[in-house]
C-alpha cells in the first residue's frame, strides 16, 4: 500500500560490507553498537577473494572492507567511516570535547589504523609466506604488534610530560581510567579493541609486557557493544571459531 501524503517515512537502514576476522570491520563494528545504530551486514568472504567480484568493486573500487553504505553515501575505510558515524550521528560520542584529549584518542586511533594493522593485514601475510617461507608470517606479525605498541609512546610524549624510554603503553597509563583516556569509551578504544584482541588470540603477543592494555582488553570483553561486535559472533564466522 503506498504512504499517506506527508507521512513520516522510516531511515534506511544502514548497511555494513564485513568480514568476520577483518580488524578493521571490527572496529566499524564497535563504533556502530556504541551508538545504537542499525545495520545490515554483508558479508565480504576475503579468503575466497569475494572482494574483487565485480558487484563489491561497485561498493568498493579499493576492494577493501569494512564499507559502509548511508542511503547514497558510501566510505570504505574504517577511519573515515568512525569520523562520518561521529558528525553524522553525535549521540554517544566517541570523541571528547577537551582538545588535548580528542587529540589523544585520534592519535591512537591513527597509529592502530595507520602504523600497526596494515603491516599484519592479509595481502601482507600471504606475500612473507609465499616469499619467505611458511610460518614466517608469525614472527613478523609479532615483531610488528610490539613495534607498534612501542610507537604509541611517540604522541604520547607530545601530550605529557613523560619522558623519553618510558614503557610504550604510558601512552594510556598516563590518562587511562576503565577505558583507554578516561572512564568513558572512546575512539581510542574503538581502534585499540580489534588491535589487542588480535595480539592476544591470533599473534601469541605476551601481554604481561603491556599489563594497562591487557587490563583494557578485560574490560572490553565485559562490554555489550565489544561483545556483539566479536569475530566469532559475526554471521559470516565458521561454526568451529
Not at 568513558?184 to 599473534?203: G, K, M, S, W
Not at 599489563?211 to 564466522?237: C, G, S, V, W
Request: charged fraction near 20%; glycine fraction near 6%.
Amino acid at each position: 500500500m503506498a504512504e499517506a501524503a506527508g507521512a513520516a517515512v522510516a531511515p534506511a537502514k544502514l548497511g555494513l560490507y564485513s568480514y568476520w576476522r577483518s580488524s578493521c570491520s571490527h572496529r566499524v563494528r564497535i563504533a556502530l553498537n556504541l551508538k545504537g545504530l542499525e545495520y545490515e551486514y554483508k558479508a565480504v568472504n576475503l579468503l575466497k577473494g569475494e572482494h574483487s567480484d565485480p558487484e563489491f568493486m561497485k561498493v568498493n573500487p579499493m576492494k577493501f572492507v569494512p564499507a559502509l553504505v548511508d542511503g547514497d553515501a558510501v566510505i570504505g575505510d574504517s577511519y573515515a567511516i568512525a569520523l562520518y558515524l561521529e558528525d553524522k550521528y553525535p549521540e554517544h560520542p566517541l570523541l571528547p570535547q577537551d582538545l588535548k584529549m580528542k587529540a589523544l584518542n585520534l592519535q591512537i586511533a591513527s597509529i592502530v589504523c595507520s602504523g600497526i594493522q596494515p603491516l599484519h593485514n592479509l595481502t601482507v601475510l600471504r606475500f612473507i609466506e609465499k616469499k619467505v617461507g611458511t610460518g614466517e608470517s608469525i614472527p613478523w606479525t609479532q615483531q610488528q604488534i610490539d613495534r607498534g605498541f612501542a610507537d604509541l609512546l611517540l604522541c604520547h610524549t607530545m601530550l605529557t610530560s613523560f619522558p623519553n624510554g618510558v614503557a610504550a603503553e604510558n601512552l594510556v597509563k598516563g590518562c587511562a581510567g576503565k577505558y583507554a583516556t578516561g572512564d568513558e569509551v572512546r575512539l581510542a578504544d574503538v581502534f585499540l579493541a580489534p588491535q589487542i584482541y588480535a595480539a592476544v588470540t591470533r599473534f601469541q603477543i605476551n601481554m604481561l609486557n603491556y599489563p594497562t592494555l591487557a587490563r583494557l582488553h578485560e574490560e572490553y570483553m565485559k562490554h555489550p557493544a565489544f561483545q556483539a561486535a566479536l569475530p566469532d559472533r559475526q554471521p559470516d564466522a565458521p561454526s568451529s571459531t
